[in-house]
T-cell receptor
Framework: AQTVTQSQPEMSVQEAETVTLSCTYDTSESNYYLFWYKQPPSRQMILVIRQEAYKQQNATENRFSVNFQKAAKSFSLKISDSQLGDTAMYFCAFGLRTDKLIFGTGTRLQVFP | GAVVSQHPSWVICKSGTSVKIECRSLDFQATTMFWYRQFPKQSLMLMATSNEGSKATYEQGVEKDKFLINHASLTLSTLTVTSAHPEDSSFYIC???????????FGSGTRLTVV
C-alpha cells in the first residue's frame, strides 16, 4: 500500500522569501504521479504542480518548483518569492495511472508581510 | 482547463432527512469520480470511487447505505447522504478524472450541516 508523509504540520515564511515543504512517500510501483495541491481558506483544492515519476527533470510552474528524488522517495515543494496569497494548506498527493489519489496530512503555510 | 462544478456549496438540513450533492464535469468526460470528506484542519479522506455506469467502490468503514453514490453519466455524479445525523456534518469534496492529461480536478466542496 502507498503512503504519503508530510512531516511539517506548520510552516511560516516572510513575504518575498523562499520556503520548502517536505513530502516523502512509499510505494513499490515504478510508474506513478506526484502532486502538490493548495487549499486556501476558500477550501477549493488547486493543483500547484504535478510530476510524473518517469521524468527525471523536476517540474516547475512559475514560482513553484519541486525536488523529486525518486530513489529517496522524496518530493519537496519550493516556493520562491513567497506572496501573501500563498497562505494556505498544502497537500502532497500520490497517484497511480488508474487509481485514487493518496494525500498526506498537509502543511499549513503562513506568509507574513 | 478542466472544470468541475459542485452544488450546493453549503446546505443545512434537519436530522433524519436526505441531502443530495451534485458534481459535474463541465468541459470533459469524467470516467472516474471520487468523493472525499474533510474534517476541519485535516486532510481529505476518500469515501468512495465511482466509474460511469458501475457501482461505486467504498473505502473501508464508509457506510454504503448512508452515502449513496450514483455516476449515471460521464459528466455527473451525485452523493446522497441518507437519514442524515449531526455527525454527518462535514465538508464534502468531489474530484473528477478523465483523460490523464487533465489529472484530478476538484469541485469547490459542499459544507453540510445537520441540525
Amino acid at each position: 500500500a502507498q503512503t504519503v508523509t508530510q512531516s511539517q504540520p506548520e510552516m511560516s515564511v516572510q513575504e518575498a522569501e523562499t520556503v520548502t515543504l517536505s513530502c516523502t512517500y512509499d510505494t513499490s510501483e515504478s510508474n506513478y504521479y506526484l502532486f502538490w495541491y493548495k487549499q486556501p481558506p476558500s477550501r477549493q483544492m488547486i493543483l500547484v504542480i504535478r510530476q510524473e515519476a518517469y521524468k527525471q527533470q523536476n517540474a516547475t510552474e512559475n514560482r513553484f518548483s519541486v525536488n523529486f528524488q525518486k530513489a529517496a522517495k522524496s518530493f519537496s515543494l519550493k516556493i520562491s518569492d513567497s506572496q501573501l496569497g500563498d497562505t494556505a494548506m498544502y497537500f502532497c498527493a500520490f497517484g497511480l495511472r488508474t487509481d485514487k489519489l493518496i494525500f498526506g496530512t498537509g502543511t499549513r503555510l503562513q506568509v507574513f508581510p | 482547463g478542466a472544470v468541475v462544478s459542485q452544488h450546493p456549496s453549503w446546505v443545512i438540513c434537519k436530522s433524519g432527512t436526505s441531502v443530495k450533492i451534485e458534481c459535474r464535469s463541465l468541459d470533459f468526460q469524467a470516467t472516474t469520480m471520487f468523493w472525499y470528506r474533510q474534517f476541519p484542519k485535516q486532510s481529505l479522506m476518500l469515501m468512495a470511487t465511482s466509474n460511469e455506469g458501475s457501482k461505486a467502490t467504498y473505502e473501508q468503514g464508509v457506510e454504503k447505505d448512508k452515502f449513496l453514490i450514483n455516476h449515471a453519466s460521464l459528466t455527473l455524479s451525485t452523493l446522497t447522504v441518507t437519514s442524515a445525523h449531526p455527525e454527518d456534518s462535514s465538508f464534502y469534496i468531489c474530484s473528477a478524472r478523465g483523460d490523464l492529461s487533465y489529472g484530478y480536478t476538484f469541485g469547490s466542496g459542499t459544507r453540510l450541516t445537520v441540525v
